[in-house]
């Protein structure tokens, strides 16, 4: 919850920090800001977000980037709601990194539509009353005796029309009227909210239109490729440049001395050519010399080794102790200890990592793809020695984020390259790049023991958690909250944390923590279930209880949950009876201010393969889902997302990542892709986000699915064959 704290601070502005453009975060929406009347495009601009053409068509700036979560079509789709104009009239736009203009622009922790429900309906809403106040002027009628349609605005005691093309210039000079004072339109009234909407970009990706970083293209542009130790820290012994320098269209080839932050320029070696493919020959020709790292000290078997000792030894520190767990435990009628492992995973973006960047007139230039452009263009300018004012960053379409392009390392690296080479540089990062170099999820070890009592309910947990970090700081991404389910459900509960010192890079991956926690959490209830002799769904509806809210204000919302699992039970037919090696398995996770239910169907083959056949998704976002194509997209993915993952891991071997392209790190297949069954339930709540949250549930549903099929218990990651063979 530690970045919604972050993002979410500095959201209360005043009226006056709104309309002027100022604040240190949250939104800002800073009307008229290319003056009054025309802008320089020759478009009437209402605001920062809005610019009226004279032929009535719309052009809205998305402000956050666009990773593939679809928010370049839901947040205009906001504006032009409550702007009440014809989504076929509206063309949307990136806009740049201008924090000045729209405060934060991230892409991350699902928080678009937590964060702009309601002020982006503001903007259009402020837009139209605009429109209105020019349309009265002109008529000399009172503003309240107007209202409008798409794209007009009408005076029905007059019978007089006026189109928004023929007023914008005139309400572009106006001044804005007070949020406060602006009423929205009710949900009954939407026309554009809630409609299934195809992606903005669609029609552009399917016909291989320019729109990614990779696709950017200058004048006089030049490629480049970095080698950096496969040690993940080590810096340049010695390389001989010669080699590479040797092969044709090669232009420069350079060490580069690089510091120790991971997320921005380490050592390495650069090549700069004519063409990329001259660039990467010129790299295979190098033979580098890299220096000693503590870091190649390190591996998975001994992380593994390290784990276990520690798990047998006192715990580094309690997060959380409620009650006695071990007179609970002691007086249990049956006990379980199981041992949890999830493995490193890498983002595997099919975008490679990119970027594009030019050094001209003392100024850096950046076109990239990236969820964070504001720390992407702080950390250029500090490696470069530049003001953050000289460096501007243009957002292009992201292939992928999943958290990775949170960290800017690719723009570091890019920046450096491009002023040394004295031209624009496109940096392009291999498949193997991209696999050896990423901020990983990290791996955790879980060492749990749990009770029941004759009547089938819990009666205490103990999680003992084995992670990454030093001292009271875990590793990026590799921490567990002390809330974190079934933390306050049960009276009896301990979570204790012990860590081991990590030299791998690690960060969020899409759902960062829930990814790994809900296959641990949701598994052991399962295990807990089955040695209470309980039916799984009715196990979780007795631990979530009837309480509608958990922890107070801002807490668990248990009814919420219990009724999304009963959603996902009654619509896959749980229990209803499958044939041999075949099974249905049941989670649920909060993750992102989401509540999300799932059942998986898997069958199991002789010799262990598994198949996921369907998964029921039942989903609680709020009371509005603003794109429902948009939503199932979200969910899908997710779903898909989270089976591919279960498949694949990354190892470390002498400081190195072992994996390094599709053949090794391998992504789910599409003929291997389940049937997706989504529901939602709108409950009386604010929206929140689908970027995430439908991910983590899966990854349980379908290891306690393989449990019904072929009674073994996955308690390790990742499935492997020959663990769920026959006999």
């Given amino acids: 919850m530690g970045m ?11 009226r006056r920090t709104l309309l002027a453009g100022g604040g240190a975060g949250g939104l800002v929406l800073a009307f008229s800001l290319a003056g009054r009347g025309e802008a320089a495009d020759g478009l009437a601009k209402l605001n920062a977000y809005v610019s009226i053409a004279p032929d009535g068509v719309v052009t809205i700036v998305s402000k956050n980037p666009e990773i593939g979560q679809g928010i370049k079509t839901s947040l205009p789709m906001l504006i032009a709601e409550e702007l009440d104009v014809d989504w076929a009239n509206v063309r949307t736009v990136q806009a740049g990194n201008d924090p000045q203009t729209y405060g934060r622009q991230f892409a991350g922790g699902s928080m678009a539509t937590p964060l702009h ?3 982006l309906r503001q903007v259009g809403a402020a837009g139209r009353a605009m429109l209105m106040a020019a349309a009265a002027a002109d008529w000399g009628v009172d503003v309240a005796s107007l209202t409008t349609e798409p794209g007009v605005v009408i005076h029905r005691a007059s019978r007089r029309r006026a189109a928004y093309g023929t007023l914008a210039a005139k309400a572009a000079g106006l001044t804005p009227p007070d949020l406060a004072s602006l009423k929205l339109k009710d949900a009954a009234d939407y026309r554009i909210i809630g409609k299934p909407t195809p992606q903005v970009d669609t029609q552009a990706i399917v016909t291989g239109q320019p729109l990614f970083g990779i696709d950017m293209r200058l004048p006089g542009m030049l490629y480049a490729v970095y080698a950096k130790a496969p040690v993940f820290g080590a810096k340049v012994a010695r390389v001989d440049l010669a080699p590479a320098l040797a092969v044709k269209g090669v232009r420069k080839a350079f060490v580069v001395e690089g510091g120790t932050e991971f997320d921005g320029l380490i050592p390495g070696v650069a090549v700069v050519a004519d063409s990329w493919w001259a660039a990467n020959k010129g790299r295979q020709a190098l033979d580098i010399q890299w220096a000693d790292h503590p870091t190649a000290r390190q591996s998975s078997q001994a992380f593994a080794d390290q784990a276990k000792a520690l798990a047998a030894a006192k715990a580094g520190k309690a997060l959380r102790n409620d009650g006695d767990v071990e007179a609970a435990l002691a007086a249990s009628a049956r006990t379980v200890e199981a041992d949890y492992f999830y493995p490193f995973l890498a983002h595997a973006t099919l975008e490679p990592q990119n970027c594009t960047a030019h050094f001209h007139d003392g100024k850096m230039e950046i076109w990239a793809p990236t969820q964070l452009p504001e720390p992407g263009r702080q950390i250029v300018a500090k490696t470069l020695g530049l003001s953050p004012d000289d460096v501007i960053v243009h957002l292009t379409r992201s292939g992928g984020g999943f958290g990775r392009r949170l960290m800017n390392d690719y723009m570091a690296e890019a920046a450096w390259i491009a002023r040394e080479a004295g031209a624009p540089v496109k940096l392009v990062w291999t498949r193997e790049d991209d696999t050896r170099h990423g901020f990983y999820r990290p791996a955790g070890f879980h060492f749990l023991r749990g009770g029941v009592d ?17 001292g009271e700081a875990t590793a990026r991404s590799a921490g567990m909250a002390p809330t974190e389910f079934p933390a306050r459900f049960l009276d009896n509960y301990r979570l204790d944390v012990s860590m081991m010192p990590l030299g791998v890079p690690t960060g969020p991956l899409r759902a960062p923590g829930s990814n790994a926690i809900a296959f641990v959490v949701q598994s052991f209830i399962d295990e807990l279930a089955h040695a209470a002799g309980v039916d799984p769904v009715q196990m979780r509806l007795r631990l979530l209880g009837d309480q509608a809210m958990v922890g107070g204000q801002g807490g668990y919302a248990a009814g919420r949950m219990a009724a999304v699992v009963r959603l996902a039970a009654e619509k896959s037919n749980w229990g209803e009876q499958l044939g041999p090696r075949r099974g249905k398995g049941v989670a649920f996770h909060y993750s ?5 239910a799932e059942v998986a169907q898997v069958a199991v083959a002789d010799d262990g393969a598994v198949r996921v056949e369907k998964v029921w998704v039942a989903a609680d976002v709020g009371r509005q889902i603003i794109n429902p194509l948009g939503a199932l997209n979200q969910i899908e993915g997710s779903v898909i997302d989270g089976v591919s993952e279960m498949f694949g891991e990354i ?9 390094g392209n599709f053949d090794t790190f391998p992504l789910l297949r599409i003929d291997a892709a389940p049937v997706i069954e989504t529901h939602f339930i709108k409950s009386d709540n604010p929206p929140t986000g689908l970027g995430e949250p439908a991910l983590p549930p899966v990854v349980p549903a379908v290891t306690n699915a393989i449990f019904a099929a072929t009674g073994k218990r996955v308690r390790s990651l990742p499935l492997r064959a020959e663990d769920l063979a026959a006999g």
Avoid at 454 to 470: M, N, P
Avoid at 651 to 659: F, L
């Fill in 454 to 470: 004759e009547a089938g309910a819990i009666t205490a947990w103990a999680d003992h958690f084995v992670t990454f970090g030093e």
């Fill in 592 to 596: 992102h201010l989401g509540y999300f």
């Fill in 651 to 659: 190892t470390i071997a002498g400081g190195q990542v072992e994996q």
């Fill in 4 to 14: 919604i704290r972050n993002i979410t601070e500095g959201l209360a502005l005043s």
């Fill in 117 to 119: 429900w309601d002020q």
